[in-house]
Each structure stands twice: as C-alpha cells, then as structure tokens.
C-alpha cells in the first residue's frame, strides 16, 4: 500500500487504517478462499517523486504505477483525487506497469479497492447490483459468484503465482 502524504503530511489511508480495510477485503474475499496480506506499507509525498497529489488517471495512472509497480505485490496506491468521476483505475493482469490508484474519499472503502482488486485477477465488471464487480459500488455490493471465484483463482495462478502465500 502506498498511501499519498497531502500538503500538512497527513496519509491518505494509515497503515491501522490499512490493516482494517484487509480485514474487511478478506471478508468480501472469503468465498473464494483468497486473502490478502499487507506486505508494505509506504507513506510517500508524491511531489518529491515527480508526481501530483492529485493525478488525472487517464495521462498520468501509468507513471504512478511504474513508479512504485513490481511483480511481487499487488500494488494500492491511495492519492488525492482522480479526474473527472473515476474514483478508482486498476490494470488488467495482462500488461504493465501493474496497479490500482484508490482517491482518498474511496481508500477505505473494503468494496471499492476489493472491486479494483478484482480487476487485479482478471474481473471485468458485471452488471449486477450486488455483485463486487457492478460498475457502481454500493452499500450492498458484495457478491462473488462462483465463476468468478474461478476466473481469480485461475488469474492468481497464471500471472501472480509469485504473489501467493
């Protein structure tokens, strides 16, 4: 996780908060016998890298990502506020530079970084209202259906094997 210092040094997400929001992926997870694991957990202040607190996704999600991406975790970085209404943007396990950029009104949401987690193990979105991949997440979008388990799983084992524990 690396979270985004704002301009009085305060994190994005705190690693507690972090902790937390795991908890609670790993809830929403459970059916699919998948969990995660904070690895590391990273306070940055994204001008000293060459990047803004508050980035438009479109040009500039991918130079957040190299900059902290690698094969060996899934990355979550927690910034200011993305452009336009996209309060999330993930890269399909198919391409790099790999990661998932959260807004901070949204990175301690458990379905909205679950859902762009998903996105991670080869999801794309399903229109459903209760279902974690529903384009528009909700107070009740949580369900993973069984096929979807599999897709993850079988995700997980094709691009992220280096990942499990």
Known sequence: MVSYLDELGTPVITEADTQILIQEMNTV??????????????????TTLGLKYDPYWQSEASSVRATFSDAQTF????VGTLSSSTIAVT?????????????????????????????????????????????????????????????????????WLNMMR
């Open 29 to 46: 997870w459970s059916p699919c016998k998948i969990g995660f694991q904070l690895e590391n957990n990273l306070a940055v202040n994204p």
């Open 91 to 159: 890269q399909m396990p198919f391409s790099s530079p790999y990661g998932t950029l959260v807004e901070k009104s949204f990175a301690h949401n458990a379905p909205t970084v679950g859902h762009e987690l998903g996105h991670y193990m080869g999801l794309y979105h399903y229109r459903d209202g209760s279902n974690l991949m529903n384009p528009y997440i909700g107070s009740n979008t949580r369900a993973i259906s069984a096929d979807q388990c599999s897709t993850a799983r079988n995700t997980n084992a094709r691009h």
């Open 75 to 78: 990355l979550v970085v927690s």
